[in-house]
T-cell receptor, first 112, second 111 residues
Framework: AQSVTQLDSQVPVFEEAPVELRCNYS??????LFWYVQYPNQGLQLLLK??????LVESINGFEAEFNKSQTSFHLRKPSVHISDTAEYFC??????????FGTGTSLTVIP | ETGVTQSPTHLIKTRGQQVTLRCSSQ?????VSWYQQALGQGPQFIFQ???????GRGNFPPRFSGLQFPNYSSELNVNALELDDSALYLC??????????FGNGTRLTVT
């Protein structure tokens, strides 16, 4: 079975400061890894994904995540956050049947 | 390219009633899955449909059922509603083993 742990439920950070949202997973099979973002009263939007290849993946809005197989982690980072990054962030893994397992989410609040 | 659309956006039902939620998948996507997101939680997998057949199910009772139609749209039906069924129900579509594309969800409140 697969499971995802997001270690921080809430992360406050000042604008233009760096941030890291932590994600660890447990799986007995090879999985794909994802980060989704959710704004209030909306569905989830894909932020970035790791399927294979380079362990460092980037999004178009400055986020990046690194797949670390030995530590079973997929932490999300951004060197300088903006007010508009305030949202709920979910880490997820998918199994070979494309069933997704989500963490409980990290609420990122960017403080002006 | 049309994204995933869900209807209705909000719904209020009484305990014991039945509800049907609808989803139109993103153009070109042949797989639809449904997730339940309780307040303050991550989405939980309900089931997945591929080519009109259920091909995966999470830990939800049989009163949660679904359909997928030839045009890949889908319905989620919940019978005998309980208070704990109050949640945001998310539909997602995909093509093969890849990222899910989510709709904005249906907020169901059971009173």
């Amino acid at each position: 079975a697969q499971s995802v742990t997001q270690l921080d439920s809430q992360v406050p950070v000042f604008e233009e400061a760096p941030v890291e949202l932590r994600c660890n997973y447990s799986s007995s099979v090879s999985v794909y890894l994802f980060w989704y973002v959710q704004y209030p009263n909306q569905g989830l939007q894909l932020l970035l994904k790791y399927l294979s290849g380079s362990t460092l993946v980037e999004s178009i809005n400055g986020f990046e995540a690194e797949f670390n197989k030995s530590q079973t982690s997929f932490h999300l980072r951004k060197p300088s956050v903006h007010i508009s990054d305030t949202a709920e962030y979910f880490c997820a893994v998918s199994d070979p049947g494309n069933q997704f397992y989500f963490g409980t989410g990290t609420s990122l609040t960017v403080i002006p | 390219e049309t994204g995933v659309t869900q209807s209705p956006t909000h719904l209020i039902k009484t305990r014991g009633q039945q509800v049907t939620l609808r989803c139109s998948s993103q153009s070109g996507h042949n797989t639809v899955s449904w997730y339940q997101q309780a307040l303050g939680q991550g989405p939980q997998f309900i089931f997945q449909y591929y080519r009109e057949e259920e091909n995966g199910r999470g830990n939800f009772p049989p009163r949660f059922s679904g359909l997928q139609f030839p045009n890949y749209s889908s319905e989620l039906n919940v019978n005998a509603l309980e208070l704990d069924d109050s949640a945001l129900y998310l539909c997602a579509s995909s093509w093969g083993p890849a990222a899910l594309h989510f709709g904005n969800g249906t907020r169901l409140t059971v009173t």
